[in-house]
């Protein structure tokens, strides 16, 4: 399991680092202290002595014995040892009879003794000098020494124990912990394994896995609040991805309702129409030119629209490659304006066009401006008036269209760009459009890092503006968009 393989192992090896790095801290403060302890007690020990030899001079022979059996022995020295002296400025903590002494450690053992021999025969010695001469004040820590190594031997078998018993509770700990976000990584993976669509159900048992407890709405999410601090940010982040796949199986379903819903319409007229040819238009002229002409019609409407579901399909699966060149907008905009002109009579063109240079897909440009001028011929009564005008303002090019027609209500201006939406349900089949066309012309705007505007007004007239950024250094476009 990749989570066991990975996470826990790295978290698990941290835990165990870091358990590592206390023990390792603990012991060598321990070490230290024991050291510093051992050496007081020699110090202590070693300035009674010298006191003693002070006062009373060196003992005897047969008190030596003695002495060394509270491990401490004075013997007088012909010449100053070599050894380490305190520093004066320290000098003034230590006890005034051994004060200026010279230390030093010796271990009194023979050749290739073991370690432990050695450590017992351990001793800590303070050369002091008397009006008599030298004198060795040395005591014996071996005793000492032996106690603390076993002491410290017990504590390293106990850490060792401990770390060892880490690395198997740990793991388990970790796994526990980390339960929640393998069963979301695991219901993740049912997205890729799921055959065919998503119903409703399987959808709303998706949100029941993830949310773990009483989900029976598609809408339901995990609790942020009660999730472990750790899994807050993964909570919210499949919070976010929920809502997404909420939104996107619903915009598909509404996209599948009204696709079909439009294709409906134009299959009915068809076979209406059909079945009269079958019955009475073998021998009807009339009859049959106007079977013949109504097939057509429906027939061309209904190749539109599904060119232009294909060419939204397309660019949700960002199938649709950008053919981007340099060319000037303003010409563009004249040449569709010509266009329309020669075939619409019934309205009154104007114009404000200024060449502004562009790094675009001219075709699809070409296409969104003709979508414009149709939705403003379509909504604009005979007579009116039509204005395309094309102009850059602050480091933008604004392709607007503007007429005089019967406008959008405010409350649906929001509404506009959504599919198959028209804001005017009694005129979509006078008018014969099928409520794509500014999505797909809001589609061309944003892939060319662009936005559309719109400001309309019910009975006084809509204008619709694309803006895209200008390319005057001809910058490529974006990987991305170019796989488009």
Known sequence: MKVRSSIV??????????LFGIFLAIDLFL???????????AERTGARAA????????????LQK???VSGCTVLPLDEAPDGIKVPGVLQRFMPPSTASGVRSLNVSSAPGASFSEKLRNLSYHIAVGSDEGYYDVAVSLGQAAVICRNVLLLLFVIQLVMLLNSIFSGARIIRITLRPIAELAETAK??????GAFSPEKMEALAGKLDGINASRLDTRISVDGTQAELKNLAEAINGMLDRINGAYRSQVRFVSDASHELRTPIAVIQGYANLLDRWGKNDEKTLQESIDAIKEEASNMKALIEQLLFLARGDNNTMALRMERFDLGE?????LRETQMIDAGHEYGSRITPVFIYADKALMKQALRILT???IKYTEAGGHIAVSVAEEGGFARLTVQDDGIGIPPEAVPQIFDRFYRADESRARSTGGAGLGLSIAKWISERHRGHMEVLSRKDVGTRISVVIPLSEAEEKPRESDQNL
Do not use: H, M, T
Not at 51 to 62: K, M, N, R, S
Not at 190 to 195: G, H, I, K, M, V
């Open 9 to 18: 192992f790295k978290l698990n090896l941290r835990l165990i680092s870091r």
């Open 31 to 41: 070490c230290a202290a024991a050291a510093v302890s051992v050496i007081a007690y």
């Open 51 to 62: 006191e003693l030899a002070d006062a009373y001079g060196p003992p005897q022979e047969f």
């Open 66 to 68: 003695w002495l060394f």
């Open 190 to 195: 049912s997205l890729n394994r799921a055959e």
């Open 332 to 336: 563009l905009a004249s040449e569709v």
């Open 374 to 376: 149709d939705n403003a």
